[in-house]
């Protein structure tokens, strides 16, 4: 799902938290640095909401 980012998001991020990258999924692999379910994640890792115009959502994301 791809989610475009406004003032508002950055800045809900920014309050709150939120991560939405790959790197913070339980299905991450540390050691492979790819996703255990072997889900491509170009557009996942390194996500960044307070420098991007997008954030694209992985359906299995669940923040470990």
């Known amino acids: 799902m791809i989610t475009r980012v ?3 998001l950055r800045e809900e991020a920014s309050r709150y938290r939120l991560r939405f990258g790959c790197e913070h999924c339980f299905a ?3 050691e492979t640095g790819r996703c255990s379910h ?5 557009e996942h890792v390194g996500v ?4 991007s ?3 694209v959502f992985c359906k299995e994301f669940e923040l470990r």
């Open 6 to 8: 406004d003032d508002r």
């Open 48 to 51: 960044e909401a307070l420098r």
């Open 38 to 42: 072997e889900f491509p994640n170009d």
């Open 53 to 55: 115009d997008r954030v």
């Open 28 to 30: 991450w692999n540390d």
